[in-house]
């Protein structure tokens, strides 16, 4: 493996050593332990009570049922520390085929840009079944690289897609593009059309055929085309929008020198590797999510452009090498990001979970409407009575639903009748929303909690009255402010703060309220 090797698989580790915080994480490891539990695949949506007639999702159940695994082995940490050994399997397989037969000069380059290119994935090396796709495309990439027999690239497909189903076009589109890049280099050299496509015809088509072999079946290949033509869908779901200079300078900074390496040594780097990794940066350009893709396919092309530029500066390579390394890791430790387990509450409602778990609902289920992107982490966390109207299973829910439940959210014309129609008993909204206005508006609807990151509302009339009485906020409200005596609302604000251990909104709030009063002294 070599130093620069290794140093490469720390980094690896160190970066994938970071606390949870995906929001996707829990309704995965939900569907394993449903999976388990059921031994098989459940016919029907379990979590939502929108989506109970329709289809379970079953693109990804080898790897939920993995982590449910591990998760029930080790919880979060557990989780976190697998993960984290995948991400150093990445960075090696990206370095060992950048570095391969080549000089120590080159291992010391491969190791600095491993570096910055895990750095500018680190968002994206999370407890999900993206992971294995990027650890398998590195592996293909080097398979590739190395002239292995192609049948090699068939029961790798195989466990691919029923590890993520959602790249099932992923493998077998990489040999298409590596086999064109071969052909169109035989070509070039005026020795006609290289035999390499006829070479892949057969693999190719066997990788298709054991990609079949998964509970989704053929639908695999149709589940990309389904989620990019849900318009709003990929308008309103972050990783689908393109990366934005603004929040993710370091991204750009990279695909550019990386294409001016990559020109530069493009003898070097052949067309293969340069098709495969200009038409994955174009994905990457499209969608953050596809940001991976590009770093592992063209870390090597970049390489080898670097070692034809280097020149004077080899000396210099490793001790450069090694402190960039050192930045990838220790710019986001600084952070929080990395060299830390456990979960990030903060960016939970987890103040909602507790109430929601002791309301004494009358509906069973109980009907819960919050932001999607914490469907999964309330499914997972209250019991099976509480059903959510929504999470993060563009598959599950399909475009129907996933529109409804912006329309809400945005307040639209057609909202009303929505709300009607769907009626839940309770909601879990962030600060700010359309819909939490027209909520706070609502007789109907209390007001029962809120802290630093979410509000929860019930409807009245699907709760004990007493709890209620003895819950729901009437002298003040975060959203619209004061509305009854001093002592009222300085009552409410304690008792928020007291509902809300360490939660700083309920106590800002009494503060500027008491400032307001006159009252400095006890503000």
């Not at 029930?72 to 991400?87: E, F, N, P, R, S």
């Not at 004077?312 to 990838?328: G, S, V």
């Not at 982490?377 to 099976?384: A, T």
């Not at 769907?422 to 109907?444: K, M, N």
Request: proline content about 6%.
């Amino acid at each position: 493996m070599g130093v620069a090797g290794l140093v490469a698989v720390v980094v690896g580790v160190a970066i994938g050593i970071g606390p949870v915080w995906d929001f996707d994480v829990w309704f995965q490891v939900h569907c394993g332990q449903a999976l388990l539990a059921a031994r098989g695949l459940p016919a029907h949506d379990l979590f939502s009570y929108t989506a109970v007639n329709r289809p379970w999702d079953s693109q990804e159940w080898l790897t939920q049922v993995l982590m449910a695994l591990v998760h029930g082995v080790g919880g979060w940490h557990a989780l976190t520390a697998t993960k984290a050994l995948l991400c150093g399997a990445i960075a090696w397989l990206m370095h060992r085929r950048a570095a391969a037969g080549r000089s120590e000069a080159t291992g010391w380059m491969a190791l600095a840009l491993v570096s910055w290119a895990l750095y500018v994935m680190r968002w994206h090396l999370v407890e999900r079944p993206q992971v294995v796709t990027y650890l398998f495309l590195a592996l293909e990439l080097l398979w590739l690289e190395q002239g292995a027999p192609l049948w090699r690239l068939v029961p790798l497909s195989l466990l691919w897609a029923n590890l993520h189903g959602g790249s099932a076009l992923l493998g077998p589109g990489v040999l298409a593009l590596w086999s064109a890049g071969r052909a169109l280099e035989g070509r070039r050299r005026h020795a006609g059309w290289s035999p390499s496509v006829r070479d892949a015809l057969l693999p190719g088509i066997a990788m298709m055929a054991a990609i079949l072999i998964n509970p989704a079946g053929w639908r695999l290949f149709t589940y990309p085309f389904e989620t990019m033509a849900d318009r709003f869908y990929m308008l309103n779901v972050r990783e689908w929008l393109a990366p934005a200079v603004g929040e993710q300078p370091e991204f750009f900074i990279g695909m550019a020198v990386a294409g001016v390496l990559a020109a530069a040594g493009w003898r070097e780097s052949g067309f293969p590797a340069l098709l495969t990794g200009a038409v994955l940066a174009g994905l990457a350009c499209s969608a953050r999510r596809h940001i991976p893709l590009a770093g592992i396919a063209l870390l090597t092309p970049a390489v080898r452009g670097a070692a034809v530029l280097a020149g004077p500066l080899t000396r210099a390579i490793p001790a450069l090498a090694t402190l960039l390394a050192a930045a990838a890791v220790a710019l986001p430790a600084a952070r929080g990001e990395a060299l830390r387990l456990g979960v990030r509450e903060e960016w939970y409602p987890a103040g909602a979970v507790a109430v929601l778990r002791d309301l004494p609902l009358r509906a069973v289920p109980a009907r819960v409407y919050a932001l999607h992107r914490w469907g999964g982490y309330l499914s997972f966390l209250l019991p099976d009575r509480v059903k959510v109207f929504i999470d993060g299973r563009q598959l599950v829910y399909g475009p129907d639903l996933f529109l409804s439940y912006y329309l809400m959210l945005e307040d639209r014309p057609e909202a009303p009748e929505l709300l009607a129609r769907w009626s839940p008993d309770a909601f879990v909204l962030d600060y700010g929303t359309h819909l939490g206005r027209r909520l706070a508006d609502d007789p109907a609807l209390a007001l029962v909690h809120w802290d630093d990151t979410a509000l929860v509302y019930v409807r009245r009339s699907a709760v004990d009255t007493r709890w209620i009485v003895a819950h729901a906020a009437r002298a003040y409200h975060p959203e619209r402010g004061a509305s009854g005596s001093p002592a009222a609302v300085l009552a409410e604000l304690d008792r928020a703060a007291r509902e809300a251990p360490g939660a700083a909104r309920p106590r800002t709030a009494a503060a500027r309220y008491l400032a307001a009063l006159g009252r400095l002294e006890e503000a």
